[in-house]
């Protein structure tokens, strides 16, 4: 087991992707742990004036309160699974200098965890408490674990948009087909 465990993280990739991983779990836990504790429910305390604003609030949906209505928890915590589950194989897959790749997909599986532990421990739903605005025009209320799973997928698009697929542990594209001559002239 220790061998087992000395090889997973033997790599920059592995080291970062459970750095990045457990701080953003931990901060997540912490500061909605933090926000239950000391924030009054559906009371904003200003943090940066109006723009920053501490709001306590649960939601039983996912993204910007998208619901399924009585069955949201059980479905939205499986496709969370299913979610860490394939992220998880694709890390695995990564060639071991693939350090950004590796950050960004280690930022989304810990969103999701997150969120995930907040769906299995209550029914009251995920914890948001950030809420930022100008005066009454606000963005939905989030957390720690929408930020990381937000800038991770941010992080995966432009990698994968700048970097060829075999960076990224896909097989190399077959060859194109010659092209057809030229007709005569």
Known sequence: MDLQRT???SSLRDRIFA??????????VITKRIAEARLPLHQPVDA???????????????????TLGASSRVVFSVLAVV??????RMWRELPPSSTWMS??????V?????????RIRSAHGVVDFID??????????FNVADSGVTVGAIILALYTWH???EALGAPPAPPAPPAPPAPPA
């Open 110 to 118: 810990a969103g999701a965890s997150g969120n995930l532990i907040d």
């Open 48 to 66: 940066l004036g109006e723009y920053v604003r501490w709001t306590l609030t649960y939601n039983t949906g996912a993204a910007m309160n998208m």
């Open 103 to 108: 950050a960004s997909l280690a930022m989304i």
């Open 132 to 141: 930022v605005g100008i005066g009454a025009s606000r963005f939905w209320t």
């Open 83 to 88: 979610m860490i589950v394939i992220i998880l």
């Open 7 to 9: 090889r997973m993280l």
């Open 163 to 165: 970097e060829p697929a």
């Open 19 to 28: 750095s990045v991983a457990l701080g953003i779990l931990a901060g997540d």
